[in-house]
């Protein structure tokens, strides 16, 4: 374990709190895709990184109705484009098999553990992700677990899993 960043409370945090996210009905998805959302709402530029990054753009359309009291509603249809697109849906599922694999993996295995996210990372510069990319999508994650489990992530738990970003950044770096 890197114990330098991650103490064994940490990782015990950072599980436990996995396990109550994964307790929630169709969390893969729900999670995943809030994620992304949270993501693209800090990097926006990032769709553009995703194969499918075209479909996600497109202008939205903006519906306007009156509610009962006559006041004037504006819907779009960007989260709704977010929410219902089958490529990013089966990503964010990729995504969440990851982090699940990442769990699984943080405590007994943080040898192959950072060989598989070292890998990770180079795979996905590849593509342009930069040092800021990967910063935000930790970021990102927390703010998806929070929004997922809301109170059951203590401040304490909200640590961990900022320590994990950190301990992963640091993997990010390492390929500079």
């Known amino acids: 374990m890197p114990s330098s960043i991650l103490s064994f409370k940490d990782v015990d945090n950072i599980v436990k709190t996995y396990m109550t996210l994964q307790t929630i009905p169709n969390y893969v998805d729900r999670t995943g895709l809030l994620i992304f959302r949270k993501f693209f709402d800090l990097c ?26 006559g006041l004037v509603l504006e819907e779009d249809d960007h989260d709704d484009r977010l ?16 982090l699940s694999h990442v769990m699984d993996m943080l405590g007994p295995d943080v040898d192959a553990l950072e060989e598989s996210m070292t890998a990770f990372s180079i795979n996905h510069k590849r593509y342009g992700v930069t040092p ?24 304490e738990a909200r640590k961990s899993w900022e320590k994990l970003g950190f301990y992963l950044k640091q993997l990010d770096r390492s390929n500079d």
């Open 44 to 69: 926006p530029d990032a769709i553009q990184l995703f194969s499918f990054g075209s479909e996600l753009t497109k202008p939205t359309t903006t519906t306007t109705t009156t509610d009962h009291d």
């Open 83 to 98: 929410e219902k697109n089958p490529h990013l849906i089966m990503h964010a599922r990729i995504f969440m098999n990851r």
């Open 132 to 155: 800021v990319h990967f910063q935000m999508m930790h970021i990102s994650i927390v703010e998806g677990i929070q929004g997922m489990i809301g109170d059951e992530l203590t401040p």
